[in-house]
């Protein structure tokens, strides 16, 4: 008895392991037979998949591994009516949620909107309070570019959290999806509220999505009424800032600065900060007005130094502007950095000062001796640091050209280059010296110097390695000796040297000796600059002229252009034919990095800047 039972045990474990045996064996071929339906639906080969997939949905084990890939087949080979049996026989043995998404969604595929619309609307309704089937929904619905039905779900969500602006983020999305851009950035606003620490997030969202002026206008007037409704809603502010920034509206950034700087009051002055970029981007007018604030407001603080150090750079950024220079704005400018170095005689900023002190003293007086004896009081000084004494230096390498010393400059940019490594002062250095080989006539060395340069980090360095690269290349690939290059190239050094009425003497002459030439559009804009240095105005516009009808697609175009407009409206006062230049400046040279400030000086002259309304 004994025996027999243990034959009979033995015998249920055997057909156990068969039974085991043969149920691995069937999931192997499924899935291999699951892998073959994919590879076909893969390659495009339909009708192979398709049986392959009816074979599989026969057994209900292998639905969950092919029911979203023969689906979509389905729909995608027309076969509706398959599609919606397969599906009601599906809810027939599950009533899962994601099937009768499905279904919905073959009801919208179908062009039966009436019916896919209440069909979705009861699936919304139906989850009632539960959050989280509500947002499956949306997820699944927003996967299938279906986004009106997701922000009905995410809605019905947000109604029942005492918080209106949860699933802010999410809706944002789903309206950007939809094109909706008023809905988008709402929301955007909402999460922003609910979330201050990421409005860096928002605002590079908002750079990539809103870009164009009435868009920008819009934001504008949301944000103001926002901030009209809340009063302390600080990100909202910061946001109407950050608004005009992009419009290039500086002093509207700096009137909703200053109002910003009242009623919060940070330690670290917002008003400061918008002068910084003012003078960054050129408007030397907005940077001393708001620098000027940020001195009689934040006296005594850590914003007054860099603010009184700012003022004298914007107003010598402003004498320096208006053509000829006037040498006795220049003498008042050396007085205000002297008594700057005098007051404040412990600061770095002094020594910056003092830097900028022999420049005026080198480029607009001549003296270069006072500016050497400056320049080299800031090197030899332990107490400054390294990189001002290396800006130091290659200004006074800059002096050493001047003074026609190329062997004193060369060795001063290289001690700069070997000290700054692949650093923005590194690559001034050796952008220097590529240029002084391109003085003396030495394309080869210089490209060299420049291939090197055109990866460096700072973008104003690569963009001007790139120029030159580009000016070598094509100048000396039809003549290999270079011989206009060379001629080029030596006026250049006449100019770096400020030897400008001899320039100005070889510049005239250059088209009659080489009018055949490709760097004739050079020629034409370096006599252009240098005509509007000595004031004449007429002459450069002309020469801006030359280039814009003989070069029209050229790469100096939008250059020349766009000085036209910039004469016109500083220096002859003439508005309405800057204006006019500035709006067919956008529509004649779309893609020019101009294109901002062009659009910011035609609204201002329109006068759309003209009424900025403060958050107070």
């Not at 989850?127 to 996967?143: F, H, M, P, R």
């Not at 280059?417 to 250095?429: I, S």
């Not at 590529?434 to 104003?460: P, V």
């Not at 370096?526 to 509007?532: G, I, M, Q, T, Y």
Request: hydrophobic letters at 35%.
């Amino acid at each position: 008895m004994h025996n027999s039972n243990y034959i009979k045990y033995l015998y249920i474990i055997l057909l156990i392991q068969i039974q085991s045996v043969c149920v691995q064996n069937t999931f192997a071929q499924d899935q291999q037979d699951i892998q073959l339906a994919n590879e076909y639906a893969a390659k495009g080969e339909k009708e192979k998949a398709l049986l392959a997939y009816e074979q599989l949905i026969k057994k209900n084990e292998n639905i969950p591994f092919v029911h979203t890939s023969y689906f979509n087949l389905l729909i995608d080979m027309g076969k509706l009516s398959e599609a919606e049996d397969y599906l009601e026989k599906l809810l027939r043995k599950e009533d899962k949620l994601s099937y009768r998404l499905d279904l919905g969604v073959l009801y919208f595929r179908s062009g039966n909107l009436p019916k896919a619309d209440k069909y979705l609307n009861n699936i919304i309704k139906a989850q009632g309070g539960d959050t989280y089937k509500l947002k499956i929904v949306a997820d699944y619905l927003a996967s299938k570019n279906m986004t009106d039905y997701a922000v009905v779900a995410l809605k019905q969500a947000r109604s029942l959290n005492d918080n209106q602006n949860v699933y802010s983020l999410e809706l944002a999305n789903l309206y950007r999806m939809s094109g909706k851009r008023d809905q988008m950035v709402d929301e955007y606003l909402n999460y922003v509220t609910q979330t201050p620490s990421n409005i860096s997030y928002i605002k590079n969202i908002m750079q990539i999505l809103i870009t164009k002026p009435e868009e920008l206008e819009s934001l504008e007037r949301l944000l103001l009424d926002r901030i009209q409704k809340n009063q302390n809603a600080e990100v909202y502010v910061d946001l109407l800032i950050w608004v005009n920034l992009q419009q290039k509206n500086f002093y509207g950034a700096f009137i909703q600065a200053r109002a910003y700087d009242k009623r919060f009051r940070k330690e670290q002055s917002k008003t400061l900060e918008i002068a910084q970029i003012a003078f960054n981007n050129q408007d030397y007018d907005n940077a001393d007005r708001s620098f000027t604030y940020v001195i009689k407001e934040f006296a005594g603080t850590e914003n007054e130094l860099p603010a009184r150090m700012g003022i004298i750079k914007s107003r010598e950024a402003k004498v320096k502007r208006h053509y000829p220079v006037n040498r006795d704005s220049v003498r008042y400018l050396i007085g205000e950095y002297r008594r700057f170095r005098k007051n404040y005689a412990d600061s770095p900023n002094a020594y910056e000062a003092a830097v900028n002190q022999a420049l005026l003293h080198a480029y607009y007086l001549e003296e270069m001796d006072s500016a050497s004896y400056y320049l080299q009081g800031v090197i030899s000084n332990n107490k400054v640091s390294p990189t001002i004494k290396s800006k130091a230096k290659i200004d006074l390498g800059d002096i050493y050209l001047l003074k026609e010393e190329p062997w004193e400059a060369t060795l001063l940019y290289s001690q700069v280059e070997k000290t700054q490594r692949e650093t923005p002062l590194g690559f001034e250095a050796k952008l220097k010296n590529a240029k002084l080989s391109y003085f003396k006539g030495d394309f080869k060395l210089a490209q060299e110097h420049l291939d090197i340069l055109k990866q460096a980090t700072t973008r104003e360095i690569a963009n001007d390695a790139m120029e030159l690269s580009m000016r070598i290349k094509e100048n000396t690939a039809f003549d290999t000796t270079g011989t206009a290059l060379r001629e080029y190239a030596s006026i250049e050094l006449l100019m770096s040297q400020n030897k400008i009425e001899e320039a100005l003497s070889r510049l005239s002459v250059f088209p009659d000796k080489f009018s055949d030439q490709q760097i004739k559009d050079d020629v034409y804009w370096l006599e252009a600059s240098l005509r509007l240095k000595q004031g004449e105005f007429d002459k450069a516009i002309a020469l801006c002229e030359k280039i814009v009808a003989e070069f029209g697609d050229d790469i100096l175009a939008d250059d020349a252009y766009f000085m036209e407009g910039d004469i016109q409206e500083h220096y002859l006062n003439n508005k309405d034919k800057a204006m006019e230049i500035y709006r067919e400046f956008l529509t004649k040279y779309p893609g020019s990095v101009y294109v901002a400030e062009a659009r910011k000086r035609y609204r201002t002259l329109r006068g759309d800047f003209s009424e900025v309304i403060p958050i107070n």
